[in-house]
């Protein structure tokens, strides 16, 4: 082969690489605009198919169960309260996100007595929600819910025959009055019989994982019903959740009078009655009941729940009170006592011993503007965004009270830092912690909480990782 041969191919091959890297650097620069400017217009991540939530929601219950549990322990610690509670189990619970601040043998197993009242309106609200009852309907009373036919010491709203009486005002009677007779009216309203009630409320028990609620009857007069301080508290915590008005349209209620005039049966008058020898079919005679919570009126922002007592049980109490924006839920249960002079008054004493010491040594802090996605731009990958979630997201967090004068200059030293990269580089794993929110409190760290990314983000393939690697090098300057 010539010279001059060797020439016109030592040239060509060298145009034809300068032709391939001039079309590969053109590419390049084409592909890096482009992703540039997809970059430029994202605005938000694509929304996860249903099997990458699922995937999510696995992973997350299985990384993180204590966060998901109904009620938890505190996320930091704190010295044990030397709490005077008589009674003989006890657990005290931030309702708006769980937290336990207190625990006295909590899973011990003890018949709720009237407390198991709580379930069957729990039952009645729900088919009040889902409109197959109303408030203000009437509701026929079986023989089964007269006074007369209750056993002998209940406590009663005094329901008798041909009575003309609301849903609202069995609940009354349920609530304040802690009548048997209105929960055996309410059995036969929803179920037509007590043991379809029952089987009702245990379902709720088992829904809420509670394995030691197990009811027989629905007015709480057996000891077969069982219940825990810490089960009961994660149902009330519930109740009050999904039906708050509850609250002040039942167990907030101080006093009730029954029956009044337009309760009579047909044909009946208002009248006195001897009840000496026995409480007569009809009743005719108003009687005003207190509501058997003492703390009503007594202590700041009761508003609740529920009495409880049978020789079994003890005196039992599940208590609610909130102030400002933070509410405490207690249960108390085998409460002592020789006379409900003694147990009433057992009740006030643990009662105000565990809320005043709740609202004086914490308060709540809403941090919803922090438990949220953030959304991140992600270079090197198909997807090109993703979201970072909190791996565990209650919106109120329980601060406790350890600097300043008052609780709102304690609250006002909170501090909230927020660590979320700007750009993720290269794949990324579902369940992946790239950020976090650590919330701390003159200096303690009181929690972090990860921030996980959502879905697994596949690496793109290598001239897109270059594009992306030029567009970080020389755009973004990071």
């Known amino acids: 082969m010539s010279k001059s041969e060797k020439a016109s191919i030592k040239k060509l091959v060298l145009t034809s690489a300068f032709t391939v890297l001039l079309v590969f650097i053109l ?23 249903q099997e990458e939530l699922f995937s999510l929601n696995d992973f997350l219950l299985n990384s993180y169960p204590q966060h998901f549990s109904r009620i938890k322990k505190l996320p ?25 601040l ?33 408030y203000d309907q009437i509701i026929p009373l079986p023989k089964e819910a007269w006074a007369c036919n209750m056993p002998p010491h209940s406590s009663l709203m005094f329901l008798g025959e041909g009575q003309i009486v609301t849903l609202e005002e069995l609940l009354l009677g349920l609530s304040v009055c802690s009548g048997n007779d209105a929960a055996y009216a309410l059995a036969y309203t929803i179920c037509g019989n007590m043991e379809d009630f029952v089987e009702r409320m245990n379902l709720v028990a088992s829904d809420l994982g509670l394995s030691h609620t197990h009811f027989v009857e629905s007015s709480g007069y057996s000891e077969e019903n069982t219940t825990t301080a810490r089960e009961m508290s994660i149902f009330a915590c519930e109740y009050i959740r999904r039906h708050p008005d ?12 029954y029956p009044k005039e337009r309760n009579l049966a047909p044909g009946d008058t208002l009248a006195n009655q001897d009840f000496s020898q026995g409480l007569p079919r009809h009743i005719t005679m108003p009687i005003t009941q207190k509501n058997t919570n003492p703390l009503l009126g007594l202590l700041e922002g009761c508003d609740g ?44 004493h643990d009662g105000k011993e565990l809320m005043e010491w709740a609202f004086y040594s914490f308060s709540d802090l809403n941090i ?41 200059e304690n609250l006002s030293l909170v501090k909230a830092d927020l660590q979320v990269p700007s750009i993720i580089k290269g794949s990324v794993k579902q369940g992946e912690v790239l950020g976090s929110i650590r919330i701390s409190l003159e200096g303690y760290l009181l929690q972090e909480i990860p921030l996980i990314a959502d879905r697994s983000s596949e ?10 690697k030029i567009a970080l090098l020389f755009f973004y300057n990071t």
């Open 246 to 257: 509850s609250l002040a349209r039942f167990h907030g209620v101080p006093s009730f009078k």
């Open 76 to 100: 930091y610690s704190i010295p044990q309260p030397s709490l005077d509670v008589y009674a003989e189990a006890a657990i005290l619970i931030d309702v708006a996100n769980g937290n336990i």
């Open 305 to 348: 729940l529920k009495t409880g007592y049978i020789d079994e049980s003890g005196y039992n109490l599940s208590l609610t009170a909130k102030r400002g924006n933070t509410r405490y839920l207690s249960v108390t249960m085998r409460g002592p006592g020789n006379t409900a002079a003694e147990g009433q008054a057992g009740r006030v």
């Open 459 to 468: 690496a793109a393939n290598v001239f897109i990782r270059l594009a992306d």
């Open 27 to 49: 590419s390049l620069s084409l592909a890096t605009g482009i992703r540039l400017n997809h970059f430029s217009k994202l605005q938000e991540a694509e929304p996860l198919s």
């Open 368 to 408: 919803a503007d922090l438990v949220h996605p953030y959304f991140v731009k992600n270079t090197g990958t198909k997807d090109m965004a993703l979201n970072l979630i909190p791996a565990f997201s209650d919106t109120v967090f329980t601060v406790p009270f350890i600097s300043g004068s008052t609780m709102e």
């Open 102 to 134: 207190y625990e006295k043998n909590a899973d011990q197993v003890i018949p709720p007595a009237s407390m198991t009242k709580l379930f069957a309106m729990y039952v009645v609200d729900e088919e009040v929600a889902a409109g197959n009852l109303s």
